[in-house]
């Protein structure tokens, strides 16, 4: 699969590595260049890796719920690996403030069978073979640039009530979308459920709004596997932490698409 290719590359990288050399690419000084990496799969174009037709997938959500509804027609599809990152508050517990990930583009995996277990793939990818901070490998995928790059997600301050932190998804940096200032969605929540899978473990699956942004109208995080927190924590004593996780992104509406 080209999204744990990517990975690995990056792990690869990171661990032969002893430095950062623009002229030559990501280079482990003994002749391992990462930047000349065959991103093609068997010298076969990028056509049909990135950017497929996702208009007729259909999430898999649990019945019986209502909270995560999905509408139809599908525009963006991306499998993220990252940080969820927490604080130890006065109840002693640990509360979320945020979150950083990079997405890859799913579009052409949504139909082949392995795609209902690729997080677990990647999970464990990211959780075993990476030690580097997500935002290194965030930095060497950029210096990479494998063309299933989707985009970025993190939080900022909240606009609206200058108080609090906001889900951001960031497809600025997607070639497909650069110069255009309002490739991004900025959301608040609409809807969320347990993780089925083991809700201790795998941070909850979301529904999202759009409240600035022209990129998508609506967000839902789904098929997660880690990144939630100790149970819980010693207040004033214990520092802020981040868990590794992955999830899939699924994106509708908006009114900007690939050019």
Known sequence: MVAIKGLIAAAAAS????GYNTGSGYNSGSGYNVSSYDWTMKG??????????????????PSGQNALVAPSNPKFLGLAFGIQNYTCSSSNNYTSTGAVAELIDASCLAFVPEFSTIQEDLYNVWTTLIPQPIQ???DLLHFLNPPTILAQHFFQTNPVTGQGVSPVWDFRSNPRFKGNNDAFVLAKGK???PAPTDPKKDVAWLDVVNVQGKIADEVFRFDTVGGQPPATCKYGYDKDISVKYVSKYIFYGGSINYS
């Open 15 to 18: 661990y032969l590595s002893s």
């Open 44 to 61: 076969q174009p990028t056509t049909g890796y990135a950017y497929c037709p996702i208009d007729k997938f259909v999430p898999s959500f």
């Open 136 to 138: 290194a490998i965030i």
């Open 191 to 193: 809807g969320s459920i």
